[in-house]
């Protein structure tokens, strides 16, 4: 038999023979060699007039370790009353929206979605919500999505997707939840995003990527509120806070390249700062700006309290109003920064006796102070308007010693006072200067006459705050010139 003869024998008899070879192409398929993917297309499980009841069926026929639910395309948007929980261990699940579908829950309680499904022995990805637009409804105490529980919500991500929650909570971490990504998307909510006080085992690298947390009307101050205790660390890269306040309580924090504004100008937003800090933070080339040029009522927009560490480099701090201060230090902290540019602001500022605020420059500028803010005094260092390399020298003390031989000690020491000012002795041989800031008296004097080059000036009786400088060889009304160093 040919090979022409036995192409049209098989030919013929799939003409003759069609229904063994029909396939349905409305039923959902789960299958390894598909990569573990549902749709939820309305045949096998729902679309209308609840969805939610569709994607939990899906979820309860994907296999043990888990997979993808796909939600098709549509014109408008599914309608979801039933709240679907994640709740299986180690079984992870991606809700993915085909062509950016869009779900509106229209409960006003509980909570739309669980993820619960974290594998806390192998650490698997609980998976997440992937070109999703969640839409909450315009009244009640609803949630958008709680993460964590018993079996966590280890890695979950939240990416090109849309939580809109007029009223209630956007996004509630639990219990057991850490590694979670927030990748270009947009949350609101009151609030937005809550990490609670009293999360266990949870808070480890959590990040926001290219995010947007917008504020709902007269929720500025509970917008973005992170209290999930030591163990949180929370990493924030670009995306932006619009009429929407970042409170850190506990844990860590760095923000890079974040835009911080209130284009809403709401009244919560003019009286209360854009960023509540009480926890070690970084903040690097940042936005922030105030868009009111009145009504602004807050004394600042960075407010510190606590006792940690917090470093602002660079960035642009603008406001459209006069605000008292950047920043205030109302803790036990030690704050340094480098603004790049600053308007519209006129100082920092301390409220407490125990933390203190440095403002370094960016070397090469003129005219730019290094200073440091103690409770209500400014201490400032003027930097030159030169190139080259500034040094920071070492200073060594080489001890006290007796006999004819003195072998330097070298101890390093920290950077010593230097005390100068001028004297004239108006009669006397001899004058007192007191109110020196030594602490103790194993500071040194030198001086000159600057009337009588016969002079010679010495000095006696050094105290931690006073010594005496004298004159000899010279006359009684000469003008002497002094210059003291020490600790």
Not at 120 to 141: A, E, K, Q, Y
Not at 245 to 263: A, D, K, Y
Not at 323 to 334: E, F, K, Q, R, Y
């Amino acid at each position: 038999m040919t090979a022409k003869l036995v192409l049209y024998l098989l030919g013929l008899f799939v003409m003759l023979n069609p229904q063994l070879f029909a396939q349905d192409h409305s039923r959902s398929i789960v299958s390894d060699s598909i990569n573990r993917t549902l749709y939820v297309t309305g045949v096998n499980y729902p679309q209308s007039p609840d969805i939610g009841v569709g994607i939990a069926a899906a979820y309860a026929d994907l296999p043990s370790n888990g997979g993808t639910i796909v939600i098709p395309a549509s014109d408008s948007c599914y309608t979801m009353s039933t709240p679907v929980a994640f709740n299986n261990a180690s079984k992870p699940v991606t809700l993915e929206g085909a062509g950016g579908a869009c779900i509106n829950f229209a409960a006003k309680s509980g909570t739309a979605f669980v993820f619960n499904n974290g594998d806390l022995r192998n650490h698997f990805r609980s998976g997440g919500m992937l070109n999703i637009v969640l839409n909450g409804p315009n009244s009640g105490t609803s949630t958008a999505i709680l993460l964590g529980g018993t079996n966590g919500a280890e890695g979950f991500s939240l990416t090109n997707s849309k939580v809109n929650w007029p009223v209630g909570t956007g996004i509630m971490f639990g219990d057991n939840t850490w590694g979670t990504l927030f990748d270009h998307s947009t949350i609101t909510g009151t609030p937005g995003i809550n990490f609670p006080e009293g999360t266990a085992n949870a808070g480890e690298d959590i990040e926001l990527r290219g995010t947007f947390v917008q504020g709902q009307p007269n929720n500025f101050a509970n917008c973005a509120i992170f209290d999930g205790g030591s163990g949180l660390q929370l990493t924030i890269i670009g995306g932006s806070f619009d009429d929407c306040q970042l409170t850190l309580r506990s844990g860590s924090l760095h923000v890079s390249g974040t835009h911080f504004e209130n284009p809403g100008v709401r009244a919560d937003s003019l009286a209360n700062p854009f960023l509540a800090i009480e926890g070690n933070s970084t903040l690097e080339q940042v936005w922030l700006g105030q868009d009111e040029s009145k009504a602004v009522t807050t004394a600042q927009e960075i407010l510190v309290r606590g006792n940690s560490q917090v470093a602002i480099f660079g960035g642009s701090f603008t406001s459209n109003a006069t605000i008292p201060n950047l920043l205030t230090n109302a803790g036990s902290n030690t704050i340094y920064m480098s603004p790049t540019i600053v308007g519209g602001y006129n100082n920092h500022s301390n409220t407490t006796s125990t933390g203190r605020v440095t403002e370094f420059p960016v070397y090469g500028l003129p005219g730019i102070q290094a200073c440091t803010q103690f409770s209500n005094v400014t201490r400032c260092n003027q930097f030159p308007p030169a190139s080259g390399t500034l040094s920071q020298e070492v200073v060594e003390y080489c001890g006290a010693t007796s006999g004819s031989i003195q072998n330097c000690a070298q101890s390093v020491v920290t950077l010593p006072l230097i005390v100068y000012g001028e004297v004239k002795l108006d009669g006397f041989v001899s004058q007192s200067i007191k109110n020196l800031p030594f602490t103790v008296s194993t500071y040194s004097c030198t001086g000159s006459d600057l009337t009588n080059p016969k002079g010679s000036v010495s000095f006696n009786a050094y105290a931690k705050h006073s010594v005496t400088i004298a004159e000899s060889g010279g006359g009684k009304l000469d003008h002497l010139r002094y210059q003291c160093i020490g600790h």
